[in-house]
């Protein structure tokens, strides 16, 4: 039974990935791609805590909140840089 749910959350997780890098790729401008990058990293960082899950190793879980710490630091440098231009 946890499999299953475990397999229909990494669908729902691919299809949302799907979905924000379309945003990212045809963004009408720079801040909506940056919200969909932020979003994508999300999703990204969600997909290694599934593969966490599945295999048993917590050394993913602290590959992810590092991923999530500098993903954070990024989308405020590049929104502090969109906010002066």
């Given amino acids: 039974m946890v499999e299953a749910l475990v397999t229909v959350a990494a669908l729902l997780v691919g ?5 924000a890098l379309y945003r990212f790729l045809r963004g009408p401008d720079a801040a909506d791609r940056v919200v969909a990058f ?3 990293t999300l999703i990204s960082i969600t997909g290694i ?4 899950f599945l295999d048993g190793r917590g050394i993913y ?3 992810a909140l590092v991923y ?8 405020i440098a590049v929104a502090r840089y969109l ?3």
């Fill in 15 to 19: 299809i949302a990935f799907l979905l």
């Fill in 38 to 40: 932020d979003t994508l």
């Fill in 49 to 52: 805590v599934l593969i966490a």
């Fill in 61 to 63: 879980l602290d590959v």
């Fill in 68 to 75: 999530a710490l500098l993903s954070f630091l990024g989308v």
């Fill in 83 to 85: 906010e002066q231009r």
